[in-house]
């Protein structure tokens, strides 16, 4: 069984850049959660994608944005970025509709820098 | 609307003493509560749920953690800390059936002392 992997590990971008970040679900997994982690918080959730719509959203702007696939692989999009936008972003999948509660499993991060 | 609140940024404690990491939480609706332990440069590894079962939940790494309904706390345990658990530990609080949205205290960083 494949867990979550992200790519890239790292990015270095400059302000007002867009930047793509890239999310493969476990296998058997429907649903992509997007976290962000600043450095020394707690992770905040983005936004999920179930089936391929969005399935709830957090306090983020509109610049950022997502997508999921059929094979349920997910994106992150950001455009114009802050240098606020520097953080570990953190993929996470799990199984939606199976019991009542799915577990999330996380991925190992992309690091954003933002100069 | 759900939070957690992590009492202690930083916990240091002596390699085989108690581990004891503090959350509480609020939720206008039954709580599903966790842990989760975050090692330097990496993503998150589940320690341990609680998904209203048993109130004594135990985990991996011989972690256990309470649910306490009257104190609204889910406090994380260990009887003997060991050198590898140094590491960023997170409690987390989501409300389950379809909106699984995870929220996520501050964190406690947890210092072994050999």
């Known amino acids: 069984e494949t867990g979550v992997t992200q790519s890239p590990t790292h990015l270095i971008k400059t302000r007002g850049q867009q930047v793509t970040l890239r999310c493969s679900s476990q296998?058997?997994?429907?649903?992509v959660s997007w976290y962000q982690q600043a450095l020394g918080q707690g992770p905040q959730f983005i936004f999920q994608?179930?089936?391929?719509?969005?399935?709830g959203r957090g306090n983020f702007p509109p610049r950022f944005s997502g997508l999921q696939f059929p094979n349920y692989s997910s994106e992150l999009n950001v455009n114009a970025l802050e240098l606020d936008d520097s953080a570990l972003y953190l993929c996470?999948?799990?199984?939606?509709?199976?019991?009542?509660?799915?577990?999330?499993?996380f991925g190992p991060g992309t690091r954003l820098t933002v100069l | 609307a759900q939070s957690v609140t992590q009492l202690g940024s930083h916990v240091s404690v002596s390699e085989g003493a108690l581990v004891l990491l503090r959350c509480n939480y609020s939720?206008?609706?039954?709580?599903?509560l966790f842990w989760y332990v975050q090692y330097p440069n990496q993503g998150l590894q589940l320690l341990l749920k609680?998904?209203?079962?048993?109130?004594l939940v135990k985990g991996i790494n011989g972690f256990e953690a309470e649910f306490k309904k009257s104190e609204t706390s889910f406090h994380l345990t260990k009887p003997s800390a060991h050198m590898s658990d140094a590491a960023e530990y997170f409690c987390?609080?989501?409300?389950?059936?379809?909106?699984?949205?995870?929220?996520f205290g501050t964190g406690t960083r947890l210092t072994i002392i050999p």
């Open positions: 609680y998904t209203s079962a048993a109130t």
């Open positions: 996470a999948s799990s199984s939606l509709g199976a019991s009542s509660y799915n577990e999330q499993f």
């Open positions: 987390a609080v989501s409300v389950g059936f379809g909106n699984e949205k995870l929220t």
């Open positions: 939720s206008s609706v039954p709580p599903y």
């Open positions: 296998s058997g997994h429907n649903t």
């Open positions: 994608y179930y089936r391929e719509e969005e399935n």
